[in-house]
């Protein structure tokens, strides 16, 4: 019998991110996914009054409602619908505020592929059913409990005699005559932690503050196990003096699920460890204890696993879920009494490290966690290393709230990943101004998208045999409002960091193929000039990258021939195999491959044999280093060689003097650019440049 399908509802501004969410429902076949689309709240709202939806897909910001605000308005109107919130905000705060109101899920669009969006719906939908079944079952044992017959019972405050009812015993597993009647047979069996709160209870009432006495607490059944009970109670007069009666129901199977729910509340599902909502509550008590005691101090240290991208690509994110396990259990062995570890989510941890001395006992776990994670690993046979970037900050820097401490342990963390990874950093000063720094750069990036303030310049491509001008390479800037004309090294980082990369990077390439067929149009004797367009790691590993690409190449009606996509070398090593075979259709279409800063990696060579046919650019450090180096000599001719030896093009990156120029024609080089030839120019110096028609 086939399942029915899943009705979507997706509320989202973005005609573009609208249809990949189609295209990766569409392309679910286990279940049908019925997608229905609203594009502003208004019209969702009205979509989930008019028709049952199973699922919500929602973007924060919309034309009529910005940031946690649209989350609200949806969830309030309609509680029991599950909701993901999708956008393209990476904002881990944001996020971890979203799921602490009731959102199932927070994917970040750029990072989103079919196989984490039909999971993410799956998960988030059986959570849903567990939570009907839940409330279902807690109205259910409401409804039983009323209708029991509780335990009964009568105290003679005047005698100091009670009356324990069959029934009160039976619930505790006595029998009738195992329970006397005086009441410390009751009260000699509440649990010790509980027993103060029974008596002032207790106590307000018959003084007459409460008009009932109601208690819940734990008591001594017969098989040694402490039951929660509710006690509930009315004291009168009796005609033999002042009395209190009441009943006692079993509450243990409610107060126990409760708090399995609080636990699961404060910890992570998978790995079993406490979560950032718990850390930070445990962070929180550290902070008061400093500011009681001037000789207490603590350490936080933040870190994630190096490379777990790579295993999850890989392998499968069931084997990264595994992997992740194994680390949360080795970092739990190695804690010492009193030490808190967390996962945060993803492959984020962090440790808070209680009553440390000085800095170096911070650094000591933090060689310990690189120790341990060095171990290999086992995962469905294979053998999976990983390591660890870790940030540290210390309570003797004066901390007050615990996000603060949180936040600059993970800038740290950003500092030894910088560093070259599996190592540690202790926050600083410096690491502060820095991190507001990329902060203010990050934020001016986003306006710069939304208002285009990039620039494309170009820098010709010479075939070094004749001198003449055979292809452009499209350069970004960033024509900053108060810094000015930005080079990419000034930004790029940031970009790739935040996502804007990839939505840069397919502006690009658009508006690069524009323009290089406008030239062909214009300039009739460039038609055999190629434009060679650079291409982040984000855009390569997005799951709809050869379509994005052809789609390019369709709506500005530039030949595929005539496209040169410029890819860093280090991408082949990433994933090989799923880059290759993206690479690879490409190849069919006809564009042209080009392989950034050859060289930099002793394994380059190696995969030469794997590539389609193709160019590759040897890195202008080597270029740099020609006229003086017998090394780098030697490094390039053998670059040089191999690849022409299968077929392959070489170009020369940064040649700036004659001298250069002269070494790399010796070498073989066919093609060659810098600043030798020209700076990257603007599109209309460009023109007046190929209008000359130079030849170096």
Known sequence: MNAAPIKVLLIEDNPGDAHLVERYLSGESQTEIQLE???????????????????????????????????????????????????????RSQAVEAVRQGAQDYLVKGKVDTELLVRSIRYALERSRFDERLRQSQRRFELAVRGAKDGIWDWDLEKDEIYLSPRWKEILGYADDEVGNHPDDWLNKVHPADFDGFKQKLAAHLEGESEHFECEHRILGRDGDFRWVLVRGVSYSGEHGERIAGSLTDIHSRKTHEQQLQHDAMHDLLTKLPNAALLLDRLSVALAQVRRREDYKFAVLFFDLDRFKSVNDSLGHAMGDRL?????????????????VARLGGDEFAILANGIQDPSDATRIADRIHDELRRPIQLNGREVTTSASVGITLSSDGYRRPKDMLRDADTAMYRAKSLGRSRYALFDEEMHHHAEELLRLESDLREAVRADQFEIHYQPVVTVRTGEVEGLEALLRWRHPQRGLLMPENFLDVAEESGEIVQIGWRVLREACRQMASWHQQLPFTELLAISVNISDRQLISIDFVDRVESALEKTGIHPNKLRLEIHERLLFEDPDVTLGKLAQLSEVGVQLHFDDFG???????????????????????????????????????LVGVAQNLGMQVIAEGVETKEQLEAVRDLGCECAQGFYFSRPLPAAEARELLLRRPRW
């Open 324 to 340: 992740l396990v194994t680390v949360a259990r080795r970092l739990r062995a190695l804690l010492r009494p009193g030490d808190t």
């Open 600 to 638: 930099t990696s002793v394994s380059s060579l190696k995969r030469l044999l794997r590539l389609p046919s193709s160019t590759i650019k040897v890195d202008r450090h080597y270029i740099a280093a020609l006229t003086n180096s017998d090394e780098d000599l030697e490094i390039v001719r053998t």
């Open 37 to 91: 689309h609203a594009n502003r709240v208004g019209l969702g709202l009205d979509t989930l009054a008019r028709k049952p939806v199973d699922l919500v897909l929602l973007d924060l910001n919309l034309p009529d409602s910005r940031g946690l605000e649209t989350f609200e308005k949806v969830h309030s109107s309609f509680p029991r619908v599950p909701k993901i919130v999708m956008t393209g905000q990476d904002d």
